[in-house]
């Protein structure tokens, strides 16, 4: 059941449910056996320490409504990307604007990632879990194509047109003043917009550079910067809520948020991986042998 989560019809992605839903017998064999291996629900956050939601805030975090699953191929990918996150939550946290440390704003950042990941559509049809890669890649081949598409790019879900603004350090505000210009670059960009001749070029070059993981993780982390400044515009406390709206529609104004059912429900489901995010910043990351024995 859908409820009231259905927002303006992706039909591209409709149509892969369809196909999954078709091969169900098969597909929801596999998904729920990866499911059942990497659920994310039991673990909770370090004694002693606040759960992440605390951060400048003490309103508390949204209840755990969903099943946190993290894609085996995707748990691989982060212990590779780890020192990748951390370096550039160093780079781009500004701890007078957010109130974080950088190891907390790693953690906003990794719970990003893992929710961009396992959207509604994957909860309501959990079956579809087994195609998204195809979806995602469909996407990314689309953008490359050279055709102009401005469709979202993995790992961080970021379309080309907000990375473009990324590079030109631009930030949208309300009116009157619309757009403010920032301090944020993105560390090992080769683009630069003014030698392309054509919107499709630029944005098959951006494409490109936001499907490399690590690229994609330093322009989150821009991202998210930029988001500090929206907010110090607004004068809005930063939380994490904060970041993940503004990652998700744009907007970091609570009121706003609220008012907003996609940034509301995108927070809800982020929510969930909290725990797994704090764990993943803090914990050092399992050696092979280690894995091995408890996978056994």
Same mark, same amino acid.
């Given at each position: 059941?859908?409820?009231?989560?259905?927002?303006?019809?992706?039909?591209?992605q409709?149509?892969?449910?369809l196909?999954?839903?078709v091969?169900l017998?098969?597909?929801? $064999?596999?998904?729920?056996?990866?499911? $059942?291996?990497?659920?994310e629900?039991?673990?909770?956050p370090?004694?002693g320490?606040?759960?992440?939601?605390?951060?400048?805030?003490?309103?508390p975090?949204?209840?755990?409504?969903?099943?946190?699953?993290?894609?085996?191929?995707?748990?691989?990918?982060?212990?590779?990307?780890?020192?990748?996150i951390?370096?550039?939550?160093?780079?781009?946290?500004?701890?007078?604007l957010?109130?974080?440390?950088?190891?907390?704003?790693?953690?906003v950042?990794?719970l990003?990632?893992?929710?961009?990941?396992?959207g509604w559509?994957?909860?309501? %049809?959990?079956? %579809?879990?087994?195609?998204?890669?195809?979806?995602?890649?469909?996407?990314?081949?689309?953008?490359?194509s050279?055709?102009?598409?401005?469709?979202?790019?993995w790992?961080?879900?970021?379309?080309?047109?907000?990375?473009?603004?990324?590079?030109?350090r631009?930030?949208?505000?309300?009116?009157?003043?619309?757009?403010?210009?920032?301090?944020?670059?993105?560390?090992?960009?080769?683009?630069?917009?003014?030698?392309?001749?054509?919107?499709?070029?630029?944005?098959?070059a951006i494409?490109a550079?936001i499907?490399?993981?690590?690229?994609?993780?330093?322009?989150?982390?821009?991202?998210?910067a930029?988001?500090l %400044?929206?907010a110090?515009?607004?004068?809005?406390?930063?939380?994490?809520?904060t970041?993940?709206?503004?990652?998700?529609? $744009?907007?970091?104004?609570?009121g706003?948020?609220?008012a907003?059912?996609?940034?509301?429900?995108?927070?809800?489901?982020?929510?969930?991986?909290?725990?797994?995010?704090?764990?993943?910043?803090?914990?050092p990351?399992?050696?092979?042998?280690e894995?091995?024995?408890?996978?056994?």
């Amino acid at each position: 059941m859908l409820k009231q989560r259905v927002r303006p019809v992706r039909v591209l992605q409709l149509l892969l449910v369809l196909l999954a839903l078709v091969a169900l017998p098969w597909l929801d $064999g596999s998904a729920r056996s990866a499911a $059942g291996a990497y659920s994310e629900t039991t673990l909770a956050p370090p004694s002693g320490r606040p759960a992440l939601g605390v951060y400048a805030s003490s309103t508390p975090p949204p209840a755990l409504t969903i099943d946190p699953y993290i894609r085996p191929d995707l748990a691989r990918r982060m212990e590779q990307l780890r020192p990748t996150i951390l370096a550039a939550a160093a780079r781009h946290n500004m701890p007078l604007l957010s109130g974080m440390s950088d190891g907390e704003f790693a953690e906003v950042m990794t719970l990003i990632i893992y929710n961009e990941h396992n959207g509604w559509l994957e909860d309501d %049809f959990e079956a %579809f879990r087994a195609v998204t890669p195809l979806y995602q890649d469909f996407q990314q081949w689309t953008n490359a194509s050279g055709m102009g598409s401005n469709f979202s790019v993995w790992p961080a879900n970021l379309r080309p047109s907000v990375a473009l603004e990324i590079l030109r350090r631009q930030v949208p505000v309300p009116g009157p003043t619309r757009m403010i210009t920032v301090p944020v670059t993105v560390n090992g960009s080769q683009i630069v917009p003014e030698d392309f001749e054509s919107k499709n070029e630029l944005f098959a070059a951006i494409t490109a550079e936001i499907s490399d993981d690590d690229l994609a993780v330093e322009y989150l982390a821009a991202n998210l910067a930029r988001g500090l %400044f929206r907010a110090e515009f607004e004068g809005v406390p930063v939380t994490w809520r904060t970041l993940a709206a503004w990652h998700n529609q $744009g907007i970091v104004s609570p009121g706003q948020i609220l008012a907003n059912p996609t940034a509301s429900d995108y927070v809800r489901r982020a929510s969930a991986y909290l725990p797994a995010a704090r764990r993943f910043i803090t914990m050092p990351p399992e050696r092979p042998a280690e894995r091995r024995e408890r996978m056994e």
